[in-house]
């Protein structure tokens, strides 16, 4: 720690609390996890707090509304101008990550409440929801647990585009060239589930009632003819789908 310089002005914990906005509480557990202390004590052992500890305690009020913990600021003030970089970095990180997060949780309660709106049954709603859930927390745990990036998203637009073409033809879903594609996007839904059978049983069912109405360029129209494909291979081949 940086030696204190020496100050006339002195601050009771009362009036320092008053001046930041803070609690007398939050100041005595900031001393109690060595985070701020006061610079002296009257006679009657109050606390006297001086300029460097108003000037500490405002750098701590400055961190902790960018959300660091009081552990990660502690580090962060004891150290260089290096350190706090990599401190804030690493926090930029997690809160782009919770961003992503609350995305796809806005998404999910976006078509659920569209769901709600239908004349739906109750307990079809919520198991609506349940596979929504289990598909965002599948994407969750792929993202935690560093699954390599790769060019999904591309590859289902291309599957899209193929699809479309196929539709737009009047193509019948049951035709080879449509079961080829459709193999394929099965291929990759095994792939995302990683062999658990709920998670593809999900997907099928957001398929049927709840399909995203513009995922990689795919809408309902599109989504309940690629359904259809897979009912086929189903039929004919046993695809487990």
């Not at 959300?67 to 962060?76: D, K, N, P, Q, V």
């Not at 401190?87 to 659920?112: I, M």
């Not at 699954?147 to 539709?167: V, Y």
């Amino acid at each position: 720690m940086k030696e204190r310089t020496t100050s006339r002005r002195r601050w009771r914990i009362g009036d320092l609390a008053a001046a930041t906005g803070l609690t007398v509480r939050t100041l005595h557990h900031y001393e109690h996890i060595g985070l701020l202390g006061p610079a002296a004590r009257t006679e009657g052992h109050q606390r006297l707090y001086d300029e460097h500890d108003v000037r500490r305690l405002y750098r701590i009020r400055a961190l902790r509304d960018l959300g660091l913990s009081l552990a990660e600021i502690g580090r962060t003030l004891e150290n260089d101008s290096a350190a706090l970089g990599d401190v804030l970095r690493e926090h930029l990180a997690r809160v782009d990550a919770e961003l992503q997060r609350l995305g796809r949780l806005r998404l999910l309660l976006e078509r659920a409440c569209a769901q709600a709106n239908r004349a739906v049954e109750t307990d079809d709603l919520l198991a609506t929801i349940e596979a929504m859930s289990l598909v965002s927390r599948r994407i969750d745990a792929r993202s935690t647990n560093g699954r390599p990036p790769d060019d999904a998203e591309s590859r289902w637009r291309a599957l899209g585009h193929e699809l479309r073409a196929c539709m737009d033809a009047g193509d019948a879903p049951s035709t080879p060239r449509v079961r080829a594609v459709a193999r394929e996007a099965l291929a990759r839904m095994h792939d995302f589930a990683g062999g658990d059978r709920a998670t593809l049983d999900a997907l099928a069912r957001l398929r049927q009632v709840a399909p995203p109405q513009n995922l990689a360029g795919w809408d309902p129209k599109l989504m309940r003819y690629l359904h259809q494909a897979l009912a086929s291979l189903h039929e004919t081949e046993n695809e487990p789908c």
